[in-house]
């Protein structure tokens, strides 16, 4: 399944159409971004998505591709928090397939609430931060919990 596809599956279509820039180096990328894989840039005319060489794979662009899908549907503002945006991008990647059991670990089987308030800052979710893989493993459980109960109908109700 394509990138694409992914995130249409999610928001029923895609309506989004950032620029995207694919860096093949470590030299290159430093021009546009700290990433080595992925980072997505909001600007009021148009959103930018920055791969790097070590984002060049369906989860990393499609991780990428959620994110300013989701800020188009959104008029680019801020009006979900940081973690529910990481969360949603997260789940559609798929690369943390074991967010339940660290969820499950860090909320000590569900007796400990998780402060989502604490992940409300594009900081937790930092490339280079100890905490950030924890961090995307709980917005992820989250968002798939959440998403699961509402289905991409929900979603689209919840930015409109």
Known sequence: MSSQDKVADVF???VSSPYLIVTLSQQALKKYAENPTGQTYYYPWKNYIVVGPKGLNVS???????????????HNKNKVPVWF???LATMVDGRYSN???VWMQYSNNGE???????LDSHQAFHYGNA?????YNLACYEISRWYT???SSGLIKLID
Do not use: C, M, Q
């Open 112 to 118: 400990i609430p998780v402060d989502y308030s604490l």
């Open 99 to 101: 967010y339940e059991k």
């Open 85 to 87: 945006d990481e969360g």
């Open 131 to 135: 905490e950030a893989w924890t961090n």
């Open 60 to 74: 990393v662009i499609s991780h990428e591709f959620t994110h300013a899908e989701l800020r188009e549907r959104l």
């Open 149 to 151: 109960i509402v289905g």
């Open 12 to 14: 029923g279509e895609r």
